[in-house]
């Protein structure tokens, strides 16, 4: 792809969204990222990737925690802080990706090649499509969905001025209910390849 591209994905836990995500990463020959960017992050520093997974998009615990100026004792705050610069490093020296979370909506949006996208879904086929995912009943399915999307949206709404999946602020916003994955893969697919070749 010759025209620099960043996709951010942010989806509704039970929606398929990071599913879709990498179709289109592997669809359109872009690099991937997700929580495996844990393991490049760990090995530069020097760390069992173990140690941070805990710790990746929590919301920082207030409680237990304290942030005086620019420094915080907050691991969750740390890590978050180390990830955008990664997502940060990795756009600027001019590589192609699509990534899932991170608020990668908001760490990138000074550039003009960023396309934010955000999955949700209708309530019951989320919850299927978490039942049968993980095994598990109805209960704990929801228990399950309710406890992802609260971290989701605590984590996010903490580092960035607008509110987790608030439909005026990112460019396209698609229940994947209607069509399933993969035709909202296809969809998703015919506007990024619209918005690339609108690029000037």
């Not at 990071?18 to 090995?43: C, P, Q, T, V």
């Not at 997502?87 to 760490?107: L, N």
């Not at 039942?131 to 009943?137: D, I, M, Q, S, V």
């Amino acid at each position: 792809m010759a025209k620099q591209t960043l996709i951010s994905i942010s989806r509704e836990f039970g929606s398929g969204g990071h599913e879709i995500a990498e179709k289109i990463a592997k669809d359109l020959g872009l690099k991937f990222y997700d929580r495996s960017m844990l393991d490049e992050i760990a090995n530069n520093m020097n760390v069992k990737v173990e140690v941070l997974e805990k710790y990746d998009e929590a919301p920082r615990n207030f409680l237990l925690t304290r942030r005086v100026g620019s420094h915080t004792n907050s691991m969750a705050e740390i890590l978050s802080e180390i990830q955008f610069d990664f997502i940060k490093d990795k756009a600027t020296s001019g590589e192609s990706f699509v990534i899932v979370g991170r608020c990668a909506e908001t760490v990138l949006k000074d550039y003009d090649c960023l396309i934010s996208i955000f999955v949700n879904g209708n309530k019951q086929h989320k919850l299927e499509r978490v039942k049968e995912k993980y095994h598990l009943n109805e209960t704990d399915a929801l228990l399950k969905m309710a406890r992802h999307d609260k971290k989701r949206k605590l984590y996010h709404n903490r580092h960035s001025d607008y509110k987790w999946g608030d439909s005026r602020y990112y460019d396209l916003c698609i229940n994947s209910s209607s069509l399933g994955v993969t035709g909202t893969v296809d969809v998703l697919e015919y506007y990024i390849q619209e918005r690339i070749h609108a690029y000037k």
